[in-house]
Nanobody, 125 residues
Framework: VQLQASGGGLVQAGNSLRLSCAASGRTINNYAMGWFRQAPGKEREFVATISRRGGTTYYADSVKGRFTISRDNAKNTVYLQMNSLKQEDTAVYYC???????????????????WGQGTLVTVSS
């Protein structure tokens, strides 16, 4: 299984970015999916997760109302729309595929087996 994250970059605070995560080697439509991030010197943290059909989503409090996770199962791809970006959103963003089909959503790193390589998001003032 490979997860290819893209869409990161340098953006000014208040602006938007859209991250994509394209999966190969496995069809993702039977799995919840998640986005995490890791800032320099910090632990990896949960950002957002989405159920297999997209009907259920869940967000970290720090991004709620600003970020939107979505998926296109026909394209085997998950997205993270990030609006109203803040400097504290600066991090490497990772998409992840969980270990179990049974998870409706998954918010913990321990629930995930497969990780993308990460895409860097830098928010300047």
């Amino acid at each position: 299984v490979q997860l290819q994250a893209s869409g990161g970059g340098l953006v000014q605070a208040g602006n938007s970015l859209r991250l994509s995560c394209a999966a190969s080697g496995r069809t993702i439509n039977n799995y919840a999916m998640g986005w995490f991030r890791q800032a320099p010197g910090k632990e990896r943290e949960f950002v957002a997760t989405i159920s297999r059909r997209g009907g259920t989503t869940y967000y970290a409090d720090s991004v709620k109302g600003r970020f939107t996770i979505s998926r296109d199962n026909a394209k085997n791809t998950v997205y993270l729309q990030m609006n109203s970006l803040k400097q504290e959103d600066t991090a490497v963003y990772y998409c992840a595929l969980p270990s179990r089909i049974s998870y409706t959503i998954a918010t913990m790193t321990e629930q995930y087996d497969y990780w993308g390589q990460g895409t860097l998001v830098t928010v300047s003032s």
